[in-house]
Structures are given as C-alpha cells and as structure tokens.
Nanobody, 128 residues
Framework: QLQFVESGGGLVQPGGSLSLSCSASISRLDYYSIAWFRQAPGKEREGVLCISGGGGSTIYADSVKGRFTISRDNAKKTTYLQMNGLRPEDTANYYC?????????????????????WGQGTQVTVSS
C-alpha cells in the first residue's frame, strides 16, 4: 500500500523559503501523479500543486503562482515542494497524496475528496 512521509517543515519569517519533501513507500512512483495539499486550523484542506507522472505541473491554488514549485525524483521516490516568498497565510500543515483513481495525469481540480494515501503532514509556520 502506498504511504507518504512528509518532511522539511518549520518556522520561517515572512519572505523566507522552505523546501518540503514527500517520500513514498512504493516500488514505482513514476506511474502516479502526486499532489501537495495544505490545511490551516479551522479551514478545509486545499490543493496547492500537482505533478504528473511525466513531470508536468498543475496549479490548484492561485495564491502560490510564481512562489511555489513542485518537482519529483522518481529514482528517489520523492516529490518536492519549493516554497519561496512565504507569507503568514501560507501557514498550514502540508500533505502529499495521490488521486484515488490513480492517474498518470493530475486531476483537473484539487479537491481533497479525489485524493488518498495521506501522510501525517509537515507543519509550516510563517511568522515574524
């Protein structure tokens, strides 16, 4: 069964950067698209970015355009989220997941109900 372990979160000042990692326990990661989600206290889980098995990316959250990038290393079975220009509103627990209907391409919408195999997440706090 596919499982994820997220890491790399922490406390950062506004304008700073963090790089998150998502490691997968699976023999072949390149068959799957992988998405990053985030959830702030009292808010619904929100799709951020998705990367297809071929490496193409889909942005789910307009607020991260030009600031966050997603990448993957299939040999290491790891997906990354590079976050630059962080803002207090980016504070959340960040998760990675795969589409329930396991797909090479990213779903058009980043609705959490379409995804599964959630990890425990990694906390990102942006504060001065």
């Amino acid at each position: 069964q596919l499982q994820f372990v997220e890491s790399g979160g922490g406390l950062v000042q506004p304008g700073g950067s963090l790089s998150l990692s998502c490691s997968a326990s699976i023999s072949r990661l390149d068959y799957y698209s992988i998405a990053w989600f985030r959830q702030a206290p009292g808010k619904e889980r929100e799709g951020v970015l998705c990367i297809s098995g071929g490496g193409g990316s889909t942005i789910y959250a307009d607020s991260v355009k030009g600031r966050f990038t997603i990448s993957r290393d299939n040999a290491k079975k790891t997906t990354y989220l590079q976050m630059n220009g962080l803002r207090p509103e980016d504070t959340a627990n960040y998760y990675c997941a795969v589409p329930l209907r396991a797909a090479f391409a990213c779903p058009v919408t980043g609705t959490s109900a379409e995804f599964g195999s959630w990890g425990q997440g990694t906390q990102v706090t942006v504060s001065s």
